[in-house]
């Protein structure tokens, strides 16, 4: 009874706390200012909880232990709102992941020496089949959970995953939030200042027009916080690096290559691809799942690299610019989890066709269809490889509260 007690009231105090005159959900305007377009963003979160209490409540009579009710429901909150202790809960979970030994046998990957390694190196294995693809959302929403389950499982973490509100860093700048103010609570801060790096090219030398990104204040190793000393082991697989200049690893992306945690933290970058607007335009205009990934992650040709490449390369740095090797930072799981939070607000908005059935999938299974290939479909099985198991099929993996899942967002 406990449990379930503390599960609705944390559901009805923010269901208060975010409790807002502007009804958004017939709504797919979007405001330009962006205190107007967060406040329409914390009024679609009000409906999100109060969809999903609805729906949960609806079970809390089942005794099946696999079945989501109130009683089991975990919900996951922004960083930001963690208290001290809980923050370090998590980093100390973290750390001690890394401090474990890989699962994935050496013939497989030779630089995983860390139980962290592993989830960086199938997210190495399958990027090409995982981005810009029908299995974009649903395999990372299942490598997250997976990482958070972990935690819990193997490193005694009591909490929930943590999720990094874009929103909130495009205002105050990175290195001022919690995140990545460079404290002991934090995922670390700002690399050291590297002069005159030049710009960073996306796309240079391919058949779409480039995208020029700034770089930031950083370049350099982590200096401060929790992870300073943290060495990433895989990769170089594809980094973005100033001039358009791509680099990797002459030994392979899964050989061992140690060296530092590198960030660029640029909020420049933040402030022009995830910001409350751009996050806004994301859940209200899309009205279906192929439209919707595709701007969340970036259409190619437009110029725009999506919330999804706003978060990556406002980090920057090494792993931060490479799309194979980014789990490699621990703020990915953060930036991860405000991906997975923005899917779940755009599927809140009309559950039953968002959430389950054929209309809930689109894309191919090869990156941007290149080669070309089949559609994905929501019988297609899900296999993390050495990171976690079971498999699952991408239809398990569409609803928050099904499935494997049980939790939710504040």
């Not at 709504?27 to 909880?49: F, S």
């Not at 109130?70 to 100390?92: H, M, Q, V």
């Not at 205009?285 to 040709?301: H, N, S, Y």
Request: hydrophobic share 35%; net charge neutral; glycine share 10%.
């Amino acid at each position: 009874m406990r449990a379930t007690s503390l599960a609705l009231f944390a559901l009805q105090a923010a269901s208060a706390a975010l409790a807002s005159p502007v009804t958004v959900r017939q709504t797919t305007v979007v405001p330009t200012d962006p205190a107007e377009a967060l406040v329409q963003l914390q009024a679609l979160a009000q409906e999100a909880l109060e969809t999903a209490q609805e729906a949960v409540s609806n079970t809390t009579s089942s005794t099946k232990r696999d079945v989501c009710t109130l009683f089991n429901l975990k919900i996951r909150r922004e960083w930001g709102a963690f208290s001290k202790n809980e923050k370090l809960d998590y980093i100390n979970a973290v750390k001690c992941l890394q401090s474990k030994p890989a699962k994935t046998p050496a013939t497989v990957a030779p630089g995983a020496k860390t139980r962290y390694d592993d989830f960086v190196a199938v997210h190495v294995q399958q990027t090409m089949e995982i981005h810009y693809t029908g299995s974009f959302l649903s395999w990372h929403r299942y490598f997250i959970w997976t990482f958070e389950k972990a935690l819990q499982d193997e490193c005694g973490y009591k909490g929930t995953l943590p999720y990094w509100d874009w929103s909130k860093t495009a205002v105050t700048g990175l290195s001022k939030s919690p995140i990545f103010d460079g404290t002991a609570t934090s995922m670390s801060g700002d690399g050291a200042f590297v002069a005159n790096k030049g710009n960073i090219i996306l796309g240079a030398n391919g058949d779409l027009p480039p995208i020029v990104l700034p770089s930031g204040t950083g370049g350099g190793c982590v200096t401060s916080g929790p992870f300073k000393d943290m060495k990433v082991n895989l990769g170089p697989v594809s980094l973005d690096t100033p001039g358009g200049i791509t680099a990797s690893n002459p030994n392979g992306p899964l050989a061992y290559n140690p060296r530092c945690l590198k960030r660029d933290l640029t909020d420049k970058i933040n402030k022009d691809y995830a910001n409350s607007t751009a996050i806004l335009s994301v859940i209200l205009q899309p009205q279906d799942i192929d439209t919707f990934q595709m701007k969340l992650q970036g259409v190619p040709g437009s110029g725009n690299i999506g919330v999804h490449g706003g978060g990556h390369y406002s980090m920057g740095g090494d792993p931060g610019r490479d799309v194979f090797t980014s789990p490699g930072d621990p703020a990915f799981w953060l930036h991860h989890g405000q991906i997975d939070r923005t899917w779940w607000l755009w599927q809140m908005l009309n559950p039953v066709k968002r959430a389950q059935g054929t209309s809930a999938v689109a894309g191919t299974i090869t990156f941007m269809n290149a080669p070309p290939s089949r559609q994905t479909t929501i019988e297609d099985i899900v296999n993390l490889g050495y990171a976690g198991n079971p498999t699952f099929k991408i239809k398990d993996l569409l609803s928050t509260t099904s499935g494997p899942f049980c939790y939710v967002y504040l």
